[in-house]
């Protein structure tokens, strides 16, 4: 049973339980864009993150990844081990969409020979810039064994829910992965969701994630209900 909010972020609110190594993750329908700039609400898109994410921890825990995914609460709350976040975010980039082909001589669509691994420092102060493992480790966000853990952790995340999403219609140009600390482990933490992924259609190349509200290219609940119809169908039937 939740107890006192603990923090409120842009998408979800975290939640004390009475179990002190326990939190409860409520997805919001609330949607931001451009570091909180754009802002607005989507009917049920908490329902269908909170839904997706306990899919994919679930299969990605049969494949041997730990994650900080107990169960669920209620459609949109999940519970979850307290974890100590580690302050790096992790993008691994499978075809160039978004920040990568801003800042960089790469075109749109550009399928990489190999994953490239992006981190960025979890920081809305300073806006989440890049780093690489020296600033990191100067910084004391993480050690030198860690990031190397991060780093193999991330890249087998990437290969297995590639093969995942593309069995059910989808391609995954990119991701964004958080992890944390717990009882001297680092697992998987935050969501996957179409909040944190880039989700296209294999056959049309259709985006069916957040970039339909940040770039005013559709209905963002249609679409975050399309991908659910195909990952978590069970929640559809009676």
Same mark, same amino acid.
């Given at each position: 049973?939740? /107890? ?9 609110? $975290?939640?004390?339980?009475? *179990?002190? *190594? ?17 802002? +607005? ?25 730990? #994650? ?24 691994? !980039? ?15 669509? #550009? ?12 920081? %809305? ?6 780093? *690489? ?6 910084? =004391? ?8 853990? $991060? !780093? ?7 290969? $297995? ?5 593309? +069995?059910? =219609? ?13 009882? =001297? ?6 969501? $996957?969701?179409?909040? /944190?992924? !880039?989700?296209?259609?294999?056959? /049309? =190349? ?12 559709? %209905? ?8 659910? !119809? ?9």
């Amino acid at each position: 049973m939740k /107890t006192e909010e603990l923090y409120s972020g842009k998408a979800k609110t $975290i939640y004390k339980t009475e *179990n002190p *190594n326990e939190l409860i993750s409520e997805f919001r329908d609330s949607l931001t864009a451009f570091d909180g700039k754009k802002k +607005s609400e989507a009917t049920n898109k908490g329902y269908y993150n909170a839904q997706i994410s306990k899919k994919i921890f679930e299969m990605l825990e049969e494949e041997g990844i730990k #994650t900080h995914y107990l169960g669920m609460v209620s459609g949109n709350e999940m519970l979850v081990k307290k974890v100590d976040i580690i302050l790096i975010e992790v993008i691994p !980039r499978n075809i160039a969409a978004g920040s990568i082909t801003r800042k960089y001589p790469v075109e749109e669509g #550009t399928v990489f020979n190999e994953p490239v691994l992006v981190f960025d420092y979890k920081s %809305d102060e300073f806006g989440d810039p890049m780093i *690489n493992d020296d600033i990191a480790v100067a910084m =004391g966000i993480a050690t030198r064994e860690e990031i190397d853990f $991060i !780093r193999s952790m991330a890249l087998k995340i990437n290969d $297995i829910l590639k093969g995942y999403l593309e +069995s059910n =219609g989808f391609l995954l140009p990119d991701f964004k992965l958080e992890f944390g600390r717990v009882d =001297g482990e680092i697992v998987l933490a935050d969501e $996957i969701s179409c909040d /944190t992924c !880039r989700f296209w259609d294999v056959e /049309t =190349g259709e985006s069916m994630d957040k970039d339909l509200f940040r770039f005013d290219k559709g %209905d963002l609940s249609k679409a975050y209900e399309k991908v659910a !119809r195909r990952l978590v169908p069970e929640i559809f039937e009676e």
